[in-house]
């Protein structure tokens, strides 16, 4: 099983307080097994643009993944286009990036799976 399967099935928890945030440097290093991803917003947020031939296929990964935001209580801030998602990962209640903004990552990019990210 690959790091990014190993990742997808797990599943997030409820996390408050900095001491749950993951420093800027932990952060890249753990984007290692994320293609596509990058931090943003000088660290305190991850994101990714997911690339669909059409609307059809942009809102039908739109609609699962907020299936999966749903069960696992760790929504994203999402920009929907034609061809396109734009998926961003934070945890507000620890103030930047926590295990749950990479655990998330990983089911996103398992559900995209065809999808250039």
Not at 8 to 18: D, K
Not at 89 to 106: E, K, M, Q, R
Request: proline letters at 4%.
């Amino acid at each position: 099983m690959s790091r990014i399967e190993e990742l997808a099935q797990r599943h997030c928890r409820p996390l408050r307080g900095a001491e749950h945030r993951i420093a800027p440097a932990d952060a890249a290093a753990r984007l290692a097994d994320l293609p596509g991803w990058s931090l943003i917003e000088d660290g305190a947020a991850i994101g990714c643009t997911f690339r669909f031939p059409d609307y059809y296929r942009t809102m039908a990964f739109v609609n699962a993944l907020a299936f999966i935001a749903h069960r696992e209580d760790h929504h994203p801030d999402l920009g929907v286009h034609y061809d396109r998602c734009v998926v961003r990962y934070s945890t507000h209640d620890v103030g930047g990036l926590s295990d749950n903004d990479f655990l998330c990552a990983a089911k996103a990019t398992l559900l995209a799976g065809d999808a250039d990210a």
